[in-house]
């Protein structure tokens, strides 16, 4: 069973940084559609960033030039770097799997990302 991860989530000033890790065991396929959304209480989940097996990335404009995906096949772990964090981008971040773009998703469980003073 394919098994996700995330972690490195926490407490940050605005202009912080943080760096989430989806960590990716069981029947992963090399070619794949990984992605990091969030969800901030009393909203619905949103995408934040995806890394797309022969199609690159994806990122919601609110993060643009912020936030860098990226991944290491080597040890099947998703990144997303957050630079000049925000009080907005509070929210539970979540690491996601699909076989295809378009494909049902596997989800984590999720890592707290608070950016207050």
């Known amino acids: 069973q394919v098994q996700l991860v995330e972690s490195g989530g926490g407490l940050v000033q605005p202009g912080g940084s943080l760096r989430l890790s989806c960590a990716t065991s069981?029947?992963?396929?090399?070619?794949?559609?990984m992605g990091w959304y969030r969800q901030a209480p009393g909203k619905q989940r949103e995408l934040v960033a995806l890394?797309?097996?022969?199609?690159?990335?994806n990122y919601a404009d609110s993060v643009k030039g912020r936030f860098t995906i990226s991944r290491d096949n080597a040890k099947n772990t998703v990144y997303l770097q957050m630079n000049s964090l925000k009080p907005e981008d509070t929210a539970v971040y979540f690491c996601?799997?699909?076989?295809?773009?378009?494909?049902?998703?596997?989800w984590g469980q999720g890592t707290q990302v608070t950016v207050s003073s």
């Open positions: 996601s799997y699909s076989r295809f773009p378009g494909a049902d998703q596997i």
């Open positions: 069981g029947n992963i396929f090399s070619v794949n559609t």
């Open positions: 890394i797309i097996g022969g199609r690159g990335t």
